[in-house]
Structures are given as structure tokens and as C-alpha cells.
């Protein structure tokens, strides 16, 4: 990694690390003020065009710590961090409000940014905003401050057990199950993945049949500027506790809108919008988190102060609808949804940066929801594709928006009228047909094709899940090959008559479903609705195990991390720069306090960062590298005996995976065959001298140097009987040393009943080398006992010791 590559990788890290403390996982581009990408994490690169067009679009109006939302449908923020450079935060889960957290820790990283671009000019004079007009005078009431308190979540709880008799739905009985009062609306929907009008209604018809409790109100909301709706339910309690009519204040997510309801209790509903945020309503909102986007407002009048709008120049302006002609479609295509747009320019100009964006609902899942078309000519008509993938049946509207910018560079949207698009699920009837038919079938019809991505479970139970839930619909099925995973079902749509051909194939990670039939709009909503039961399947299936499946996990994550020590430990190998050592430690340090800190190896780590950084800038000794591989070696071993102990309890689980059992055998055999060859290769890597004493006179019996550099033996054999005679002076009896440590050599001494034997090392011995060093001596001494026993002084008797020794040490 090149060392600016390895300061930007570094940089992300930490700002990830601050994100993870805040409770979610985010996902980061950096850029500089032009809108050049310095760094960008792969989930993000879908959405690096709407990055840098965004930064462009707003350099001259942003000020360091302010923030823009490009896409309204994703959790996705710009900040403007420091003087030179833009960082973008993107969160797959949770609330966009979560990413403002951000806000308190992003000047800890502002000099760093802006010394990794420190080649970038700043223009002189950066082009300002254009300034507000003054107010005019009105008469106006004063305005009162919005007060109240915010409306109380609602929880639902189950009024009874659900028992086998219970008659409901599988989608039911998965929302029934969670109705605990730990969970709200917002978290069922995130949970199941139900749509939120499909929960809403189920909920209201369970609280009007007293199956849920508390006592509520279902509400639907409209939004008076765009009609987009709410679902609230308020608990019977706040009408006892509010003057009636109360009024609710609405900020809306979902269309970027706030306006006030008000509610009497024959739950008559009345909505009234607001121009703009007051700085109130900004500074409320900003410090909320989670649900709490309602509130409760207990004065009778709320006022806007009237001001003049002020002059914005290149102001962005409705589209002219006879310049610019916008046209939508869709159409079934493979098991998907293709939307299409077309732009036709009527003008005289031609028209570039034309920008559509989609903003779909939980029915559909879209992987790009924006496109870009360069330049389109006059009299010109361009056309861009999105592929929605359905993921269950019902209609659902399409809502988008179209820009661009004109000859004068003036800046032009409008919104999309939304479209309505219906997934149907067709009612079969089962009918066996032979392989011929089935042959000419996949010839002659049609084929939708479903992929649904899984883990954690084996391919085995994978295939017997999704096999079921396709069998459970009344299709035939006339073949099915466990080995390959396949299978094949028959049947005919109960109003066409058409005939309808599943075939279901699962591999290592993947379930693919295809389905042939004359009719693609058939296909695909047969399509969303396998995929539905499947998911919903996998997901109880995968409950079952989530203690097995921890464990695994953590084996696994056991074998990534043992990888990562591996790395660092070949880097020291190759003698490898401080700076890229420094950055593994860190990586190290964070996966090991998230996933292993029963381990407790944070700290050396922390000690071993700090060492580095104390001498990254001076001259570097191979003995740094020596004891940082030695602590490897010691890591390496505790993450195996972690793995071995976990894969014992998974092992005698009753409700095992045999291919996982496979796995986690076959990974933690890598594991300690690596560990081992390198225990070898260090052991090698680190002999310097061995000598052999008589352990009477102290006489040197025989020596030996591993790297060819020549020692004086008999100075160093009279300073090892020093320092033991010396060791059993002060303890007074006979005692017997076992290691030393003398500049950058270390000594490790082995004593026997007739010799003292000193093997010593460039770095500190490991237990292969303390094993091998044992082995020697018993052996030495079995073999020369007789010589020993009557030595006279003659030592030419021992000179063919080096075949023993190399027998050992090679």
C-alpha cells in the first residue's frame, strides 16, 4: 500500500471508529472542495456521480460544518468538514438523523484532511450567496413559540396468548409475535419488511378487535403539499389529556415537508402547511432522534412571520412543460420492473447534466436510483432505464424528480407524477407434465428469474426451506435432486389456463428461482411472492440458530483476524515501514475490541503502537522486528485455542451443520499449520550459538555457531559459571539459571546431570525452540552418558555432536 493511500485508509478508519461509537455502522467517501474523490468505500461508489455533482452545485454556499442531503429517499449527508475538504457519510439502517452525531467530533479531523490535500488551491475570493433583501414592514401578530410535547410512540401488546388454534396468516403470526410492547410501527416495518400501509392496516383491524391493547386511534395523515400519507396511531390516553381540538406538528421524512393537524375526537382531521422551518423547529428537530417526528401543540395559533422572498440567482425553476417533454413507462422484464424515462427536448438549446432520480417504496428494492445523461441536442430525445426487483405483491406509486441545466447555465426540476405499478400473484392449480413439456416450455415461454441471497444457513436446509414454501403453493413437483439441489414444479394459472414451469436451484450462497410462463406480469408476481414466503422462511430458520450461528461467526471471524495478524507478521518479515505497521496495529486493535475482548489484547497492542510511533523516525533494529513477531506468534496461538474451545461446543451441538462443522475444522487446520511454520521459521530465524559445559569444571565440551560469525566460547563459557555461582551465593544453595538477556541476545541455559548447555538467540526463544533445546540435551547425554561419567579433561569425544544437532535445529 502507498503511503498516501495508507494516510487516506487510515483517516477512514478513525472516522469509522467515531461513527461505531455512536451505535451504527457508516460507510465514508472524502473529497476535496472541487468535488475529487480522495477515498470512497465501495457501498458508496453506486452514488459518486450525485456526490461530486452535489459538492459542485453547492461550493460557493457552504460553510465549514454545513451539510446537504442530495438524495431524499437515503440516508446519505455531505459535510463540508474543513477548509479544504467534503465528507460524505452513507448508513444502509437506522435514521438520517443518526449521521448529524457526526457533527460533534468533525473538527478532530479537519487538519488532517486538509494536510493530506495540501496541494489544492483555494480560490482567493470564494463566490458568496446571494444576500437576503430586507424585511419589509407588515403588520403582523407576533409569532408564538411552538411548545408541546411530543406524541407518545405506540407499542403494541398482544391482549392474548397466541395458541395452535389461533387462526392467522404466516405474515400475521410474524407480526402477532413481535407485538410485545418493546417494538413500534417503525420497527416492525424494519423487522418483518412488511410495507407500512400493509402493517398499519393489520394493526388497526387487530386494535378494533381488542386484540391489541392500549386503547388507540389509527389515523391516516395527508400531507397538504405533496399528498403523501402518514400512519399514526395515538393511544386513547391523549385525548383525556388535551384540549379539543389538539393539533399535531408534522415533520416529515418522507417528503421533506412539516404542516400541522389538527384533530378533533370524531378524529375529523384538518392540515395547514408551513413556507419554511423556523430556527425553532430546525434545532428541535436536529436534537431528536429515532421516532420522534410529532409533536403535541398546546396554543391556539401558530403564526409565520411575513417576510419578502429574496432574489436568488439561478434560482432552480419548474421545468417549462412545452420545452421539455418528460414521458414514464414500465414493463415486466426477467422478474423485475424496468422503469423508463424519457426526456425529449423541444427547445431551441440543448440541455446537459440531466439528472432523474427514483424514489421508491418498500415494496421494491432498486440498486441505482439515479441517472445522468451528459448533453441532450435540441429536437433530441434521450431515454434512462431503472430496475426495480419486487419483493412482494400489491401496487405501489413511483414518485422521482428530473433536473438539469439549460444553455445559460440556469438550473431547472420538476417532480415526477407518480406511477402506479401493480405486482399480481396468480392463483395455480397443480398439473404434472413430462420432460418434454417441460423442454418446450422453457423454449416457448417467458422466463422471470428471482436471486435471494442467504448465510448462516447451510445449503442443505437451504434447499429443503425453499422447496417447501414452493410445494406449500399447489405446484407439482415431479423432480427434485437433493445431491445438485434442484428441483422442478408444474401447474396452470387458475383464470389464463396458461401453464407455469418453477425451477428452484440453491447454491453456496445463493437461491435462484426461475419461472416460465406465456405471461410475464404472472411470472413476476409469482416471483415477488416466492421470494417472500422464502425470506420470510429463512429468517425464522435462522432464529433457531442464532446461538450456533454465533458461534460459528465468532470462529470465523477468529480465522479473518488470525489473517490479519499473519499480514503484520510478514510485513516485519520483509522489514516493512513503521507507518505501515502502525496501521495493521490499529486495524488489530479495533477488531479485537469489538470481537475478542475477553482476550484482553488491546492493551498490547496499545503498547506496541505506541512503541513504533516513539521510533518510526530513527534507525530501526531487526530486534523491533524479532519481538514483534514473537508476540504474533503468542496472538496467534490464543485466537486458535479460542476457536478450538468454541468449535467443541458447536461440535456437540445436536442441531449442527455438517458443511459448517467441514468449514470450521478445515480453517482452524490452516490456522495452526500457519501458526506452526512460522513458530519453525522464527525458531531457525533467531539461533545464534550453542555451547555445551561440563557441569563440574565448567570446561567447554563442545559449540557451535548457527550463523558462521565466530564467539569467544571459552569467555563466554567462564561468564555463564559466574553468574550461576554467583546465583547460588546469593540464594545460598545450588541453583540454576535459566535465561539471560545481554544486549540484543538472549540465553536460554538447560541443565542435566552431567551438562549445562547455553543455546542462544538473536530474539526471544519460543516453546519450539525451548521443546528442540530439551530434546537435545536428554539425547546428548543418553548418548555420551559413559564419556560423561568418566570425562578426564579429553574433548575430542563430542566432536561428532553436530550431526545430533542438526538433527534438531535444521
Not at 41 to 47: A, M, R, T
Not at 160 to 169: D, Q, V
Not at 235 to 263: D, G, W
Not at 749 to 767: K, S, W
Request: contains cysteine.
Amino acid at each position: 500500500m502507498k503511503k498516501l493511500e495508507a494516510d487516506w485508509y487510515g483517516l477512514k478508519q478513525k472516522i469509522s471508529n467515531t461513527l461505531m461509537n455512536f451505535g451504527f455502522q457508516g460507510y465514508i467517501s472524502v473529497a476535496d472542495i472541487n468535488g475529487n474523490t480522495k477515498y470512497i468505500d465501495s457501498e458508496l461508489v453506486p452514488y459518486e456521480d450525485v456526490i461530486e455533482s452535489s459538492i459542485k452545485i453547492n461550493q460557493a454556499h457552504f460553510n465549514i460544518g454545513d451539510y446537504c442531503i442530495p438524495i431524499s429517499s437515503k440516508n446519505l449527508m455531505i459535510f463540508k468538514i474543513s477548509e479544504k475538504g467534503m465528507v460524505t457519510l452513507f448508513a444502509n439502517k437506522g435514521n438520517i438523523a443518526h449521521l448529524l452525531s457526526f457533527k460533534e467530533k468533525m473538527n478532530f479531523y479537519d487538519e488532517q484532511i486538509d494536510n493530506l490535500i495540501e496541494d489544492l488551491e483555494i480560490p482567493s475570493t470564494i463566490p458568496k450567496a446571494p444576500p437576503t433583501l430586507e424585511k419589509r414592514e407588515v403588520k403582523k401578530k407576533v409569532a408564538k413559540q411552538i411548545l408541546g410535547k411530543e406524541l407518545p410512540i405506540y407499542n403494541p401488546v398482544l391482549n392474548e396468548e397466541i395458541s395452535g388454534k389461533y387462526k392467522a396468516t404466516v405474515e400475521e403470526l410474524d407480526i402477532l409475535q413481535l407485538c410485545d410492547g418493546f417494538y413500534s410501527l417503525s420497527d416492525l416495518q424494519r423487522i418483518t419488511r412488511y410495507s407500512e400501509e400493509f402493517l398499519f392496516g393489520f394493526l388497526s383491524n387487530q386494535i378494533k378487535k381488542k386484540k391489541i391493547l392500549p386503547e388507540s386511534y389509527p389515523l391516516v395523515i395527508e400531507c397538504p403539499e405533496c399528498k403523501s400519507k402518514h400512519y399514526i396511531i395515538i393511544p386513547e390516553s391523549v385525548f383525556r389529556e388535551v384540549e379539543e381540538p389538539f393539533k399535531i406538528l408534522i415533520r416529515s421524512e418522507k417528503c421533506n415537508h412539516e404542516y400541522i393537524a389538527s384533530i378533533n375526537k370524531k378524529l375529523k382531521i384538518e392540515t395547514q402547511s408551513f413556507k419554511y422551518f423556523t430556527d425553532f423547529q430546525k434545532d428541535k428537530f436536529m436534537k431528536r432522534l429515532g421516532e420522534h417526528y410529532y409533536s403535541i401543540i398546546q396554543e391556539e395559533e401558530i403564526f409565520e412571520e411575513e417576510m419578502e422572498e429574496p432574489e436568488i440567482l439561478k434560482e432552480e425553476i419548474a421545468i417549462p412543460e412545452e420545452e421539455i417533454i418528460i414521458k414514464r413507462a414500465y414493463d415486466y422484464f426477467s422478474g423485475n420492473i424496468r422503469f423508463k424515462i424519457v426526456i425529449e427536448n423541444n427547445s431551441d438549446e440543448i440541455i446537459r447534466d440531466v439528472m432523474a432520480t427514483l424514489n421508491v417504496k418498500e415494496q421494491f428494492e432498486i440498486n441505482t436510483p439515479s441517472n445522468k445523461i451528459t448533453i441532450i441536442d435540441p429536437e433530441e430525445s434521450s431515454s434512462m432505464d431503472f430496475i426495480l426487483n419486487p419483493l412482494k405483491c400489491g401496487k405501489s406509486k413511483i414518485y422521482g424528480t428530473v433536473s438539469y441545466i439549460n444553455a445559460k447555465g440556469e438550473p431547472f426540476s420538476r417532480a415526477l407524477n407518480p406511477l402506479l405499478i401493480h405486482v399480481k400473484c396468480p392463483l395455480v392449480l397443480p398439473k404434472r407434465v413430462n420432460y418434454i413439456d417441460t423442454i418446450n416450455l422453457k423454449e416457448t415461454t417467458d422466463k422471470s428469474q428471482s436471486q435471494i441471497k442467504y448465510s448462516n444457513i447451510s445449503t442443505s436446509k437451504t434447499f429443503q426451506i425453499a422447496s417447501e414454501q414452493i410445494s406449500a403453493l399447489d405446484l407439482t413437483e415431479f423432480e427434485k435432486n437433493e445431491e445438485r439441489f434442484h428441483a422442478l414444479y408444474s401447474g396452470v394459472a387458475k383464470i389464463s389456463g396458461d401453464p407455469i414451469l418453477v425451477e428452484l436451484k440453491v447454491g453456496s450462497d445463493i437461491i435462484v428461482v426461475n419461472v416460465y410462463t406465456k405471461d410475464m406480469i404472472q411470472g413476476t408476481g409469482l416471483l415477488a411472492y416466492l421470494k417472500n414466503l422464502i425470506e420470510v422462511s429463512l429468517k425464522y430458520s435462522s432464529q433457531m440458530v442464532t446461538t450456533l450461528d454465533k458461534i460459528s461467526t465468532q470462529i470465523f471471524r477468529a480465522y479473518e483476524f488470525s489473517l490479519l495478524l499473519s499480514k503484520l507478521y510478514e510485513s516485519c518479515e520483509s522489514k516493512n515501514p513503521m507507518t505501515d505497521l502502525i496501521l495493521l496495529l490499529n486495524e488489530l486493535k479495533i477488531e479485537a475490541s469489538l470481537y475478542f475482548s475477553d482476550l484482553d489484547l488491546t492493551k498490547s497492542y496499545n503498547n506496541w503502537i505506541n512503541e513504533l510511533e516513539s521510533i518510526k523516525d530513527k534507525k530501526i533494529y531487526d530486534r523491533t522486528y524479532l519481538n514483534l513477531q514473537f508476540d504474533l506468534l503468542k496472538w496467534m496461538e490464543e485466537i486458535i485455542f479460542l476457536s478450538e474451545t468454541n468449535s467443541k461446543i458447536y461440535y456437540e451441538s445436536p442441531t449442527t451443520d455438517v458443511d459448517i462443522c467441514n468449514e470450521i475444522g478445515m480453517r482452524i487446520f490452516k490456522l495452526k499449520q500457519d501458526q506452526i511454520s512460522k513458530s519453525k521459521a522464527y525458531a531457525r530465524k533467531i539461533l545464534f550459538a550453542l555451547m555445551i559445559n561440563y557441569k563440574q569444571s565448567g570446561i567447554n565440551l563442545y559449540n557451535y555457531d548457527f550463523t558462521g560469525e565466530t564467539l569467544e566460547h571459552d569467555l563466554v563459557s567462564g561468564f555463564l559459571t559466574a553468574i550461576q555461582r554467583f546465583g547460588s551465593t546469593i540464594s545460598k544453595r545450588e541453583t540454576t539459571m535459566k535465561k539471560l538477556s545481554y544486549r540484543h541476545f538472549e540465553i536460554e541455559i538447560e541443565e542435566d546431570e552431567f551438562t549445562v548447555t547455553a543455546l542462544i538467540t538473536l530474539g526471544y526463544p519460543n516453546r519450539v525452540i525451548i521443546n528442540k533445546l530439551k530434546e537435545f540435551v536428554n539425547k546428548f547425554e543418553k548418548q555420551h552418558k559413559k564419556e560423561l561419567h568418566d570425562f578426564s579433561g579429553n574433548v575430542t569425544l563430542f566432536e561428532d555432536t553436530k550431526k545430533l544437532l542438526k538433527k534438531y535445529f535444521n
